[in-house]
């Protein structure tokens, strides 16, 4: 479901990249931004985003015991479809603005691409869960993996099941995103990640200039 076909002005913006691409950075900046100009937004993740939808992350990302890829591909999923129908839909609704830290690009990435899964399988529960609903607009932050595996390391965090993941499955994960981008370069804007903050903040800010300028402020609706 495209913009046009909402009754209100409310637009979902999703934050994709690889891991140490900066997107919870950059999604924080970008809702301060958002909100100096009047606009009321809610910043989600996924996985994640509900009650089960935090506990399903839980398990994908930090279970001790292996988990099947078709089961981790269906978790996704059950969490998406309880995220779109419990928080985004409604808040769009509303017209607020939702900012996703990832959404189903990144599971044609990291499913797809990482996990080598069959695209038309990622398809067919896209369209069971999701129907024609898309992001209005989608920021891939593109880092070099070996600089995203520094910047993580620099963290010194303990990673996830994901992060875990060894440099092929990193390299599969960023070329599935760039053949995402290639595919819907209209939707998905492409950002150098590698830049500084301030210069990828002011990338994003150009991207959505254009959605910023139509809506106005908004806090008298």
Same mark, same amino acid.
């Given at each position: ?22 997107? $919870? $950075? ?23 985003? $509900? ?17 099947? /890829? ?38 044609? #990435? ?10 038309? /399988? ?13 992001? /209005? ?22 990673? /996830? ?14 070329? #599935? ?45």
């Amino acid at each position: 479901m495209n913009r046009k076909n909402r009754n209100k002005a409310g637009h979902f913006i999703t934050l994709e990249g690889g891991d140490g691409s900066g997107k $919870t $950075t950059q999604i924080e900046l970008l809702a301060n931004y958002l909100n100096e100009r009047g606009i009321d937004v809610h910043i989600t993740r996924e996985p994640g985003g $509900t009650r089960l939808g935090e506990a399903l992350r839980e398990i994908i990302l930090h279970n001790v015991d292996p988990i099947n /890829d078709k089961v981790e591909l269906l978790l996704l999923f059950a969490a998406r479809s309880q995220h779109i129908t419990n928080v985004i839909k409604p808040r769009l609704s509303n017209g607020q603005w939702v900012l996703s830290d990832r959404f189903t690009d990144a599971t044609f #990435a990291y499913q797809g691409g990482g996990r080598q899964m069959g695209i038309k /399988d990622i398809e067919v529960l896209q369209t069971l869960v999701q129907g024609d609903f898309r992001p /209005d607009k989608t920021i891939l932050l593109d880092l070099p993996v070996e600089q995203g595996i520094l910047r993580l390391t620099r963290r010194g965090e303990t990673r /996830d099941r994901i992060e875990q993941q060894d440099l092929a499955f990193k390299q599969r994960v960023r070329e #599935a995103y760039l053949e995402r981008y290639r595919q819907h370069h209209s939707r998905i804007a492409l950002v150098d990640a590698s830049a500084s903050i301030h210069e990828v903040h002011k990338a994003i800010t150009i991207e959505i200039a254009n959605m910023v300028s139509s809506s106005g402020n908004r806090n008298g609706d």
